[in-house]
């Protein structure tokens, strides 16, 4: 059981990274075979992966890593700790005696200040140095927002000084970035200077981790991809309905010189010295939720397990990591844990909106129970997909014994599933021992990963597919121009690539009232548009935010900063 009493006064987040003492960047990746002259460094405890030593490895080493996909059920809004649980498992792995790196995402500075916090992980499963991970780290989320909005003023420059591709101001498609949630900025006029500043449109600002650069960036496996990618994303259509791409507006080499240094691979280190990749950001609600397949794929290469993580609950970031991340990255996973935690349960298992976030601090094994049909359907979802799915409990202080024995017991005797309880918030690796011996015995099951659908299914089959095999919706409805959009998609030639839903978080559904597992519901989608650059469709529905707003108590105002530079109130 947990070392973690509920009664106990626990160090925060920063405290206890500040009390660590960390290792040399360099030496800490000199067991993996790589060199100080492979880094790029940025002080001691933070480095980039040089390009060059990348392809060193690949060329040297075999990608043999066992890929162990940490995704997890419906969250509730606190957050169920994936990351916290995919750093302990790395962790942990190391524990028993194997070779384990693990590779996750940046942070965007826009949930670090609203309510959601960094995404290093947490208590003695955290990623060093924090304060730097989740702030500006090594520039990666400002280049991305340059280069984004290099984009804008090169479009919006074409069409004052001459438009000789007869863009059509009201359908140019390329917002602007800020890595800040401001929902001032959702809906914009630029231009009202008529001559001097520029053509008056309508526009708008997207979160850089939702910005088609940011997919670009973590599907990209050279400069030389990268910059292909680039080029075809789709900016603008012309008058007859043409697209105009960041080629046509000579975009291309510029914004791609400004994304040379963000492609390398971030590394660092866990609490414990595990070296970790912490590299892209692509929202799982919005793109496909996981780091660069440039760090899973020079991880494969260094280590025995490679531990990545996808965004959000399974619906969302597991189901695109399948059907995008694995068909465009040419990988598959060899086992998947899936994080749920006894108060997700209970917050599925109370049947009530809004939810009463205090009342899941009491034991409540029926409410708990009641949850396990939003569990079960995940499990269910995963399985589909030919892999082997390990339960990971995460244990918070003020779960009760009898609470996690009745998740066991469903897990091992209704499910039918690997389960472990995890304690790493508390005990670091060695509270993840059971977690990592389960998933490592799945890892080494056999297994037979395919996916959902096939690239030549039609768009509408692709969509319905998910809606009913994964969300667990009756049917789909197309509303506004979706119906046109996946016509002229199709006659794009965009027909054949993998779709990426855009749906709330906060339910399987596309309703975030709807708890559990919602039956009998229809899926509404809205748009259909192209991720030209990244290779897939991305399909809209519900009302999901592009670019959130701060909470009526943003986190941003419990932080402070004493004269000696200690800092407070980031977690």
Known sequence: MSSLDETEEFPTDYEIAQSVEKDHIADVVEPLGLGAGDLELYGEHKAKV??????????????????????????????????V????????????????????????????????????????????????????????????????????TMLD?????????????????????????????????????????????????????????????????????????????????????KPVTVDDIDATGAVTILLRDALKPNVVQTIEGTPAFVHGG?????????????????????????????????????????????????????????VASV???????????????????????????????????????????????????????????????????????????RVAESNVFSDGGEGGVDLAEEVSAAAEADSTFEFLYPDEAPIKEKIETVATEIYGADRVEYYGDAERDIERLTKLGFDDVPICMSKTFHSLSDDPELKGAPEGWTLEVKEVYPSAGAGFLVVLTGDVLTLPGLPETPAAAEMDIDPDGTISGLF
């Open 343 to 417: 108060r997700a349960l209970k917050y599925h298992g109370q049947n009530m909106w809004p939810a009463d976030l205090d009342a899941l601090e009491e034991e409540d094994v029926e409410a708990v129970r009641g949850g396990f049909e939003n569990l079960d359907k995940h499990v269910r979802n995963l399985q589909q997909f030919g892999v082997p799915v390990v339960v990971a409990i995460n244990r918070f202080p003020s779960d009760t014994d009898a609470e996690i024995e009745a998740v066991v017991e469903h897990c091992e005797e209704d499910l039918g599933v």
């Open 157 to 241: 420059n074409h069409i004052h000084q001459h438009n000789d591709m007869e863009i059509a101001v009201n359908w140019v498609n390329w917002p602007r970035a800020i890595d800040m949630n401001d929902r001032v900025l959702r809906e914009t006029v630029i231009g009202l200077g008529g001559d001097v500043t520029g053509v008056p449109r309508e526009d708008g600002f997207i979160l850089t981790a939702a910005s088609e650069l940011m997919a670009v960036l973590c599907l990209a496996d050279s400069l030389e991809d990268l910059k292909e990618r680039v080029g075809r994303m789709i900016v603008a259509y012309d008058r007859d309905g």
């Open 50 to 83: 040089k390009l060059d030593a990348i392809e060193r490895v690949k060329e040297e080493e075999d990608a043999n890593a066992n890929l162990v996909l940490v995704t997890g059920m419906t969250p509730t809004p606190l957050g169920e700790g994936k990351t």
């Open 85 to 152: 649980t995919t750093v302990g498992l790395g962790q942990a792995f190391n524990q028993i005696g194997e070779d384990a790196l693990i590779a996750i995402r940046e942070p965007s500075l826009g949930p670090v200040f609203g309510v959601k916090g960094g995404a290093a992980g947490g208590g003695y499963s955290q990623v060093l140095p924090m304060e730097d991970i989740n702030l500006h780290f090594t520039g990666d989320l400002h280049a991305l927002t340059a280069a984004h909005n290099l984009i804008s």
């Open 282 to 338: 692509p929202f799982a609600n919005i793109a496909h939720g996981t780091n660069s397949l440039m760090a899973d794929d020079v991880a494969a290469h260094l280590s025995d397990y490679l531990i990545t993580e996808a965004g959000f609950g399974s619906d969302l970031g597991a189901e695109k990591f399948m059907n995008i991340v694995c068909r465009l990255g040419d990988i598959e996973p060899d086992a998947v844990t899936i």
